[in-house]
């Protein structure tokens, strides 16, 4: 059974940090493509950003709003997947999803909250 | 930038088809997929590329697309469907969701 467990959410200060994890198992982390997607309170998804697996370059891309404060990393040796994020904004404060997907299957952890407030 | 447009909301009576469009031009050249989520949980695959359904999906979802738009078909909605409904796809390293659907069935 694939699952995926967010950690790390909490309650942090405009301009302050956070990194936040997402522990994969029933499937063969190594070959996937990960992602993180967020959901402010009572809005739509967003999607943050995504790394391929390192047989595919292992290359990140990040959409517009947190691109340069967000970083993506993996260690495919403890089945992890990161979410560093830097200069947090309180338009920031969302659910943070981790993502799992192939060309026919979509797999969704169940979140970890981020709040960014004073 | 890409963008993809869904109507606000949708509302049936159970039994009923709903149908929910999806609209963007990248859906010209890229495959669609359709998410559903319910208060307080994840978001669950139901449609991908345009019309396949995962296993575990009941029958009364399909899919479908023509030109810059794809559609979701829930044939005979049941009150369990009552749901938020994403469309998403994927180009130029950028992946874009739609805005979301609120599908009341009752």
């Known amino acids: 059974e694939v699952q995926l467990v967010e950690s790390g959410g909490d309650l942090v200060k405009p301009g302050g940090s956070l990194r936040l994890s997402c522990a994969a198992s029933?499937?063969?982390?190594?070959?996937?493509?990960m992602s993180w997607v967020r959901q402010a309170p009572g809005k739509g998804l967003e999607w943050v950003g995504r790394?391929?697996?390192?047989?595919?370059?292992?290359?990140?891309d990040y959409a517009a709003p947190v691109k340069g404060r967000f970083t993506i990393s993996r260690d495919d040796s403890k089945n992890t997947l990161y979410l560093q994020m830097n200069s947090l904004k309180t338009e920031d404060t969302a659910v943070y999803y981790c993502?799992?997907?192939?060309?026919?299957?979509?797999?969704w952890g169940q979140g970890t909250l981020v709040t960014v407030s004073s | 930038s890409y963008e993809l447009t869904q109507p606000s909301s949708v509302s049936v009576s159970p039994g009923q088809t709903a149908r929910i469009t999806c609209s963007g031009d990248?859906?010209?050249?890229?495959?669609a997929r359709w998410f559903q989520q319910k208060p307080g949980q994840a978001p669950v695959l139901v449609i991908y590329k345009d019309s396949e359904r995962p296993s575990g999906i009941p029958e009364r979802f399909s899919g479908s697309s023509s030109g810059t738009t794809v559609t979701l078909t829930i044939s005979g909605a049941q009150v369990e469907d009552e749901a938020d409904y994403y469309c998403y796809s994927a180009a130029d390293n950028n992946v874009i969701f739609g805005g979301g659907t609120k599908l009341t069935v009752l």
């Open positions: 990248v859906l010209a050249k890229k495959y």
């Open positions: 993502r799992s997907s192939s060309s026919d299957l979509d797999y």
């Open positions: 029933g499937f063969t982390f190594s070959n996937a493509w």
């Open positions: 790394i391929k697996s390192k047989t595919d370059g292992g290359t990140t």
